[in-house]
């Protein structure tokens, strides 16, 4: 026995619904329409003109005028007035006085003359004519007087000579034990003769003992007087004397 098979479902073919555009009918507009559209397109032309026409241009711009400068003389300041000089016044001259003049003397009588008769052979007398005058002598010019010679270089006294034979001043002995040294300048004046005059102290030593050795030394000294030319002249010199202690004092 067959078993039946199941029954196969069929399946039929569906239509599905198609999209079909539909494009609107137009409508006429209808006669009034029109007629409005009409006038709002007139209008609006109208109102375009008319905002046109008020629309005023830009205005140009004002024209600059050229500035002209003119130059104007100064006038100059007015001088000032001259100041006149106030007239001097004079000082009042003093009054002359009135000349009195002398009354002339009353003439004295002269006596008279006795008239005498003069001689033919008298001369008569004239006055002499005047002497030429002399013309003044010119004057002659004195030269001037010669001026003295330059007198004659001094040459200075001197007490180093080796002829002199001057002794070294003798060294005090307390100067000795007490070690005093020292260098004493005298000044001393020289005469003529080459003698020792006044003897001072130029310099000291420090101490009194030696001062007064070096001047009793050099009051015994002879010098060289010094010279100018040919002729021995009296001068001042200046004497240093050393005073040294040796290692064997």
Same mark, same amino acid.
């Given at each position: 026995m067959t078993v039946p098979s199941p029954a196969t479902p069929t399946v039929r073919p569906v239509a599905r619904p198609v $999209? =079909?555009?539909?494009? *609107? #009918? !137009? #409508? #006429?507009?209808? $006669?009034p329409e029109r007629l409005g559209l009409g006038v709002l397109v007139v209008a609006a032309h109208a109102a375009g003109l008319l905002a046109l026409a008020y629309v005023r241009s830009p205005e140009p711009p004002p024209e600059?005028?050229?500035?002209?400068?003119a130059f104007i003389p100064l006038e100059a300041p007015p001088q000032p007035e *001259?100041?006149?000089?106030? *007239? =001097?016044? !004079?000082?009042?001259q003093p009054k002359k006085p009135a000349e009195v003049r002398p009354k002339p003397p009353k003439p004295t009588p002269q006596p008279v003359a006795e008239k005498t008769t003069a001689s033919p052979n008298a001369l008569s007398a004239e006055p002499a004519p005047p002497a030429p005058a002399q013309p003044a002598a010119p004057a002659v010019a004195t030269p001037a007087p010669p001026a003295p010679p330059a007198p004659p270089p001094v040459v200075a006294a001197r007490f180093d000579a080796d002829y002199l034979n001057n002794p070294k001043p003798a060294y005090p002995p307390l100067s000795t034990r007490l070690r005093e040294e020292g260098t004493v300048m005298l000044r001393v004046q020289v005469t003529a003769e080459g003698l020792p005059g006044q003897i001072e102290i130029n310099r000291s030593s420090g101490f009194e003992r030696l001062d007064s050795a070096a001047r009793a030394a050099v009051a015994r000294w002879r010098f060289v007087?010094? #010279? !100018?030319g040919d002729r021995a002249i009296e001068a001042w010199v200046l004497v240093p004397l050393v005073f040294k202690l040796t290692e064997g004092r």
């Open positions: $999209a =079909v555009a539909v494009a *609107p #009918r !137009q #409508r #006429r507009p209808r $006669a600059i005028r050229p500035i002209e400068i *001259p100041v006149k000089p106030e *007239p =001097v016044k !004079q000082a009042p007087p010094a #010279r !100018q």
